[in-house]
């Protein structure tokens, strides 16, 4: 390949295209416009994380909303917005969205979410959205196909720990599927948007950080059942029928998952 060739694939606006920051840029306007249509912005406070160099940034700027807030932890991207995007509403911050403090920075306003996530860092940004979930309205989001499925599962291969763990606090759906060809630069996987919504009404759960204990122990070895997923973690299934013990925990409901945890504890 020759140099210009390579400089070209791994450069944008004469910028060095970050690996570390798993940085793949959206370039499809088709995309573009299916993801800021998907929900109503009209007088919305938009938070959007990673901007890159700003394609989602403008369509989004396109729309009658109050505000937009962008996190991005690259500081060539920081300035290159800052170059070449002048708008009143729009606020962008040289800052990791894992690290800040996010209720001092949002208290207030309700928000709405926009982003193409860093496919590495999905999970840690989605449990930082449930640490401000009074806060969020709806959003989407663009990740990985196989997460998306992950996350909305509720049966089977995919589902698991994660599927129950953000089903809790959102309710998910999926939305359109993106080809790699739509990034620059292509990554090797097909993404998902999704869009979340937080629940109105969440089940109550006893003693919920050890719930999660729990159900992270139930699908510890998913080719198991149940009673040998368990077995080393000292609860007491002794309410706990055979029939439900001789399971796999990809073949049990998240009701039935709250009603075992209530008769264990």
Avoid at 98 to 111: F, N, T, V
Avoid at 126 to 148: C, D, H, N, W
Wanted: net charge positive.
């Amino acid at each position: 390949m020759k140099k210009s060739d390579h400089q070209k694939k791994n450069f944008a606006h004469g910028k060095r295209v970050k690996k570390e920051h798993g940085q793949n840029f959206l370039r499809d306007e088709q995309v573009l416009d299916y993801i800021v249509d998907s929900i109503d912005l009209r007088d919305s406070n938009i938070i959007e994380i990673g901007c890159g160099d700003g394609a989602l940034t403008k369509t989004i700027l396109e729309k009658p909303i109050d505000k937009l807030l962008i996190y991005e932890i690259d500081a060539d991207w920081v300035q290159h917005i800052k170059k070449t995007i002048s708008d009143d509403r729009l606020e962008i911050k040289h800052q990791n969205f894992l690290d800040i403090d996010l209720q001092a920075d949002l208290a207030g306003l309700k928000w709405k979410v926009m982003a193409n996530l860093p496919y590495h860092i999905t999970f840690p940004i989605l449990k930082r959205f449930v640490s401000i979930i009074p806060l969020i309205t709806e959003g989407v989001i663009m990740v990985q196909e196989e997460v998306a499925q992950k996350i909305v599962a509720n049966y089977g291969r995919s589902y698991g720990y994660i599927s129950l763990y953000f089903q809790y606090y959102f309710d998910w759906k999926l939305l359109a599927k993106v080809p790699p060809q739509a990034f620059f630069p292509a990554p090797k996987v097909f993404s998902r948007l999704l869009y979340l919504k937080p629940r109105e009404e969440r089940p109550v759960i006893k003693n919920i950080d050890e719930f999660w204990i729990f159900i992270k122990a139930a699908f510890s070895q998913p080719r198991r059942t149940l009673r040998n997923c368990l077995s080393s973690y000292h609860y007491n299934t002794s309410k706990i029928s055979d029939d439900i013990l001789a399971l796999r925990a990809q073949q049990i409901s998240y009701e039935k998952f709250i009603e075992i945890w209530h008769n264990i504890i």
